[in-house]
């Protein structure tokens, strides 16, 4: 055999070591993307369920629409600093705007995200409609994240009215299944 087929065949070999090792890296690097997002998905789901987050969420429906009657309190939001007694509307809308980045930068899947969450994400921007009117004349770019993620909500809502798969049976809600 001669030294250039000696050669050709050490660079065909070379070139499959590496084409196997660059496939390897990639489905290392999908895992890896998958376990991140596993664990992002946990962390807002406990942040979810938290009772401090569901106190915020009572809050933004009961006392929210309350305390924006009061004439004092939009002046209180057009002031450089958040209303301390507003605080907990707050919570909620920085939780979302984190959540709607993560869904953004792909760290977290927006068919998973808006599966799970699509209705409380629209029920939290609905109910944060007055403040964020109120506070986008001083940042106009106020919780844009979470904005986005509300679109991306009420778009999954439009396209999939269900997020059960169609075609597949329901089980009965009247009896219980037989075994």
Same mark, same amino acid.
């Given at each position: 055999?001669? =030294?250039e087929?000696?050669?050709a065949? +050490?660079?065909?070999?070379? !070139?499959?070591v /590496? =084409?196997a090792s =660059? #496939? +390897?890296?990639?489905l290392?690097?999908?895992?890896?993307?998958?376990s991140n &997002?596993i664990?992002?998905l946990?962390? *807002?789901r406990?942040k979810?369920?938290s009772?401090?987050? &569901?106190e915020?969420? +009572?809050f933004?429906s009961?006392?929210?629409?309350q #305390?924006?009657?009061d004439?004092?309190m939009?002046?209180?939001?057009? $002031?450089p !600093?958040f209303? =301390?007694? #507003?605080?907990?509307?707050?919570?909620?809308a @920085?939780f !979302?705007?984190?959540?709607?980045a993560f869904?953004? %930068? @792909? /760290?977290?899947?927006?068919?998973? +995200? *808006?599966?799970l969450? *699509?209705?409380?994400?629209i029920?939290c921007? @609905?109910?944060?409609?007055? /403040?964020?009117?109120v506070?986008?004349?001083?940042?106009?770019?106020?919780?844009e @994240?979470f904005? %986005? #993620?509300a679109v991306l909500? &009420? $778009?999954?809502? $439009?396209?999939?009215?269900?997020?059960?798969?169609?075609?597949?049976?329901?089980?009965?809600? $009247?009896e219980?299944?037989? &075994?």
């Amino acid at each position: 055999m001669s =030294a250039e087929w000696v050669t050709a065949i +050490a660079t065909a070999g070379t !070139f499959v070591v /590496i =084409a196997a090792s =660059a #496939l +390897a890296a990639v489905l290392q690097l999908r895992h890896t993307r998958g376990s991140n &997002q596993i664990i992002a998905l946990t962390e *807002c789901r406990e942040k979810l369920e938290s009772d401090e987050f &569901q106190e915020a969420r +009572a809050f933004l429906s009961l006392r929210v629409p309350q #305390l924006m009657k009061d004439p004092a309190m939009e002046r209180k939001l057009e $002031e450089p !600093f958040f209303p =301390a007694e #507003l605080r907990p509307a707050g919570y909620v809308a @920085n939780f !979302f705007e984190s959540m709607g980045a993560f869904v953004r %930068y @792909n /760290i977290i899947d927006r068919r998973i +995200a *808006c599966d799970l969450w *699509c209705s409380v994400v629209i029920s939290c921007w @609905n109910a944060l409609l007055p /403040i964020t009117r109120v506070r986008r004349k001083i940042d106009p770019g106020l919780w844009e @994240n979470f904005e %986005y #993620l509300a679109v991306l909500s &009420q $778009e999954f809502i $439009e396209r999939y009215p269900t997020s059960y798969p169609s075609g597949m049976r329901r089980m009965s809600i $009247e009896e219980p299944v037989s &075994q």
